[in-house]
């Protein structure tokens, strides 16, 4: 049971990071995207042409155009904490130039709307070259890396353990049967059916599944308990310990009968293989 309970641990805390660095990806997927700084002479004309021209491009899922002050007023709230910044730019008289904001659909395939802003026609009507968010780009690229790299540990891990879940249960209930050889006779000789001599041994099996899915359960719990208060405030890198709390909280009776499905499918799938191995059974 000590086998199962770590197995299905592992199980269950490799679902729930997956799901917490798929929101993570989320959520910086969301604050990428690619803004046209534009010349500050174009005509409504020209700019509503090039906003229906980008909305028509393959891989772009919306277009927000910003004029000079909506691009003001967006900077003074990203630097609200920096009044030095937000007193030079209106001394300034309002440097900054329209921006047009593309929200691309893969951030992998950026490749057509790179050549359309590079073209001479569009260039033209541009006052600096485009930014395409390259830094929050290469923090998806990592984050996805090592998304791909803790599930293939993660499965790796669950294999392993699972082996030698079916293994020890193999050998537990060979004792079992090795010390009810007797009873196991009689019970033959007086005409009791496989399933009958075999059920107890299935039974039993389930239940250690099913003990241990509930162990397994109450540690991810414990351990997210004993974390929310500690290294929620801490620096994690990829691992968001709040979400991951929440997560676990809004889907619990969820999770807790999948652990209770995999226990009792471990253990009575083993059981099965291992009654039929060793007690020999023929089968119909």
């Not at 395939?109 to 485009?130: C, H, M, R, T, Y």
């Not at 033959?188 to 399933?195: E, P």
Request: no cysteine; proline share 4%.
């Amino acid at each position: 049971m000590a086998i199962m309970v770590i197995t299905l641990t592992i199980v269950l805390f490799s679902l729930i990071v997956n799901f917490t660095f798929r929101h993570t990806i989320s959520q910086i997927t969301d604050k990428i995207n690619v803004s046209v700084y534009l010349n500050n002479n174009l005509s409504t004309t020209q700019t509503n042409q090039l906003v229906g021209e980008l909305k028509h491009l393959p891989n772009v899922g919306s277009v927000a155009y910003l004029s000079k002050s909506q691009v003001l007023k967006a900077y003074e709230q990203q630097n609200a904490n920096n009044p030095q910044l937000i007193q030079a730019v209106n001394e300034t008289n309002n440097p900054l130039p329209p921006t047009i904001i593309i929200k691309p659909i893969n951030l992998n395939n950026l490749g057509a709307i790179k050549s359309f802003l590079d073209e001479p026609k569009v260039a033209a009507l541009q006052s600096d070259p485009p930014s395409y968010s390259g830094q929050e780009k290469q923090a998806i690229d990592q984050i996805t890396h090592a998304t791909n790299v803790l599930q293939e540990i993660g499965v790796i891990a669950v294999i392993v353990f699972a082996v030698v879940s079916v293994l020890i249960i193999f050998n537990t209930i060979q004792m079992a049967i090795f010390n009810r050889r007797d009873e196991i006779q009689i019970m033959r000789l007086l005409g009791a059916g496989t399933g009958y001599i075999r059920g107890p041994f299935i039974v039993e099996s389930i239940v250690y599944g099913i003990f241990a899915a509930v162990i397994s359960v109450v540690i991810i719990n414990a351990s997210f308990q004993a974390s929310s208060g500690t290294l929620q405030a801490s620096s994690l890198g990829l691992l968001d310990i709040g979400y991951a709390n929440s997560f676990f909280d809004s889907r619990f009776f969820e999770l807790l009968l999948l652990q209770l499905g995999l226990g009792i499918v471990i253990g009575a799938v083993s059981s099965l293989i291992a009654t039929r191995r060793y007690l020999k059974f023929k089968t119909r």
